[in-house]
């Protein structure tokens, strides 16, 4: 997500983190939860960040579900 310079802006723009809190919260539920449904709501930006982790969108949503 952060390899887009816009998208990674308006990420951190959005959720009020800075890339440091960001870095500090990938063990945090709450922080990656965010980040999927930062991504679930734009399916460009989906698609691309399904692509470049090499899994399909829906495995992406799937794991959004999962962590509640």
């Known amino acids: 997500m952060l390899q887009d ?4 802006e308006r990420y951190l723009e959005l959720t009020g983190l800075d890339p440091d809190s960001l870095r500090n919260g990938l063990d945090d539920v709450a922080v990656l939860a ?3 449904d930062f991504l679930a709501n734009y399916e460009p930006d989906l698609i691309r ?3 470049a982790l090499a899994v399909t969108p ?3 949503i799937s794991t959004r579900r999962n962590l509640t």
């Open 49 to 51: 960040a399904a692509e």
């Open 34 to 36: 965010s980040s999927l």
């Open 5 to 8: 310079t816009e998208r990674a």
């Open 58 to 60: 829906e495995e992406l």
